[in-house]
C-alpha cells in the first residue's frame, strides 16, 4: 500500500513540473508524460542557450514543446523528433550530440585522456616497485 | 635539456586551454550556426498581415534573390533595423516578412506609422513556420539565392554595416547571372 502512495507522490511530482512551464499535463497517458517530460529535458533551448526547453520560458522553447507534443502525438520516435528539431536548429539543440566528424573528439576525449593517465599511473606504479620503502615505512 | 622538458608539459597545456577560453571570449554565443544554410528554404504557406484571406508561399521566393526577415511589433530591435529595411527596400531589394507571434491589427498599425518595407509579409502567430526556419527569435534576416536556397542567415538587427559587410558580397555573387535590378541602387556592384 505504502509504496503505491509512493508511486503516486512521485508521479505527481513529475506532473508538477509539467505544471510548472505549460499551466497543464501534456499527456493523459502517464508513460507518453514521462516521455516528453525526459525528452523535452534533453533538448536544448535554441534562444536561452544554457536550458532546456523544459526549463526556459523563452518563446521559442514553449513552440518546440508543442512541436515535441505534436510529433509525439502523431506517433513519432524519440530519434524522429530530434531528426525533426536538429534539422532545424542544428546539433547544438541536441544536449547528447551525435557522433559525427565534427563531434567525434568530444566522444572519444575522455577515454583518449583516461588512456593517457592509465599509462602515466602505470609507468609511476613500475618505476617505485624497485625502490626501498622509504624510512618511516621501514621503521613502522 | 631533455630532464627539464617535462616541466613544459603543464605549461603546454595551460597555454592550450588558455588559448581556447581567450578565443572563447570573443565569440558571440547567440550566434548559433543554422542548419538551413546551403540547403533549400522551407517550404510555407501563410496567411499575409495585410489580408487574411490572401496568402504567401514560399513558391513566391523560388528564383529570386530576396531577404526574408523575421519581425514582430514586441521586438525592440526590430524597431532599432526598421528604418534601415525601409531604405533597402526603397532601393528595390525585395524583403519578405515573417511576422512572429503577433497580433493583426499591432502588426497592421506599426506599418502604417513605420513604413512597409515588405513586398509581402506572413502572418505566423504561434510561430509554426517559424519553427521549420530554424527561428529563435526576431530580429532574423536571411538571404534566399537565385536556387531557393538558405545562402545566410543574419540574427539580431540588420545594420547598413552588417549589410554591406555579410550580404552585400554574397548578393553580388547570388546577382552575377543578373537580374538583380536593386543592386547598384543598394551599394553593391
Known amino acids: 500500500m505504502s509504496r503505491w502512495i509512493l508511486v503516486g507522490v512521485l508521479w505527481l511530482a513529475g506532473a508538477s513540473a509539467a505544471f510548472a512551464i505549460d499551466q497543464e499535463i501534456a499527456f493523459s497517458d502517464p508513460s507518453m508524460n514521462t516521455r516528453y517530460l525526459s525528452l523535452i529535458r534533453e533538448i536544448r533551448c535554441p534562444k536561452c542557450l544554457n536550458e532546456s526547453i523544459a526549463d526556459s520560458d523563452a518563446p521559442v522553447a514553449a513552440d518546440l514543446r508543442r512541436e515535441v507534443r505534436r510529433l509525439m502525438g502523431d506517433g513519432k520516435s524519440d530519434d524522429d523528433i530530434k531528426d525533426f528539431l536538429s534539422a532545424r536548429y542544428g546539433d547544438f539543440v541536441l544536449y547528447r550530440p551525435r557522433v559525427s566528424e565534427t563531434t567525434w573528439a568530444l566522444w572519444a576525449g575522455p577515454f583518449v585522456f583516461l588512456v593517457i593517465g592509465g599509462i602515466v599511473f602505470w609507468r609511476i606504479v613500475r618505476s617505485r616497485l624497485g625502490q626501498p620503502l622509504d624510512d618511516e615505512e621501514s621503521a613502522a | ?189
Open chain 2, 1 to 189: 635539456m631533455w630532464r627539464y622538458a617535462r616541466y613544459a608539459i603543464p605549461v603546454a597545456i595551460f597555454v592550450a586551454i588558455g588559448g581556447f577560453f581567450y578565443r572563447g571570449l570573443g565569440l558571440n554565443p547567440n550566434d548559433v550556426p543554422s542548419a538551413l544554410v546551403g540547403k533549400p528554404m522551407p517550404k510555407f504557406s501563410l496567411p499575409t498581415v495585410t489580408d487574411p484571406d490572401a496568402t504567401i508561399t514560399s513558391d513566391a521566393l523560388q528564383g529570386k534573390v530576396a531577404l526574408v526577415n523575421v519581425w514582430g511589433t514586441w521586438c525592440i530591435e526590430c524597431r532599432h533595423e526598421h528604418g534601415f529595411l525601409v531604405q533597402l527596400a526603397q532601393a528595390g531589394v525585395p524583403i519578405y516578412g515573417l511576422n512572429l507571434r503577433d497580433d493583426r491589427a499591432s502588426a497592421m498599425s506599426w506599418l502604417a506609422q513605420l513604413g512597409n518595407p515588405y513586398v509581402t509579409s506572413g502572418f505566423d502567430p504561434k510561430g509554426v513556420a517559424a519553427v521549420d526556419w530554424g527561428v529563435t527569435g526576431a530580429p532574423e534576416t536571411f538571404l534566399i539565392g537565385r536556387d531557393g536556397n538558405v545562402i545566410f542567415k543574419h540574427i539580431s538587427p540588420m545594420t547598413p554595416q552588417v549589410w554591406r559587410h555579410d550580404f552585400l558580397p554574397l548578393v553580388e555573387e547570388q546577382c552575377r547571372a543578373g537580374g538583380c535590378e536593386f543592386l547598384a541602387a543598394a551599394g553593391g556592384r
